[in-house]
């Protein structure tokens, strides 16, 4: 499977990876608490999830949206990464998550440099995961929500918690908005 353009083919990868572990879409479906409908949909290219429905999905199985995108299981010993060389794991025109490295799978760290379009969000289902997250903004603006709590964000402010905790991030402004990111251990 190639890892370039992953936004055209999210169906055919969860396809094969499901198959790959020996599920089916009813047991994957169950496993990660959607319809067999939705998997269905998402392997036919007819819906695109988001980016947390996503990762719903593959917690089923279970695997990070980075070995997802990329199949490489193999661990890297790689330590200079050109621009060129980070992984992109998102999908879609309005969120951009390009990763350091190819591989997590036996790494304790991951860290993105993500990009949110004008409303651009990570969907409305909270994501959840183990672990913690952080980060900086480097330009624009994004609303970060985490439980009860929200806050607008601008270049220059962080942000700082346990990733069990339902959280979300949108772009409200009229411009892009980059930032920075590091979770630990890797969820993507």
Partial sequence: MSTTAPSDDI?????????IYGLTQRELARRAGVTNGAISLIEQNRV???????????????????????????ASDQVFFAAAELTEIAFGETVSMRMVGGNLKERALQMLQ???????????????????????????????????????????????????IPHRFRNPGPGSCQLISASSPPSF
């Fill in 48 to 74: 695109s999830p988001s980016i947390s429905s996503l990762k719903k999905i593959l917690d089923g199985i279970p695997l990070s949206l980075a070995d997802f995108f990329t199949h490489n299981f193999a």
């Fill in 11 to 19: 169906g055919t990868r969860l396809r094969l990876v499901r198959q």
């Fill in 114 to 164: 993500e990009t949110y379009q004008p409303g651009a969000d990570t969907g409305e289902e909270m994501l959840r995961h183990q672990g913690e997250e952080c980060g900086i903004i480097v330009s624009g603006s994004l609303t970060v929500t985490v439980g009860a709590q929200e806050k607008t964000l601008q270049p220059g402010d962080a942000y700082y918690f346990r990733s069990d």
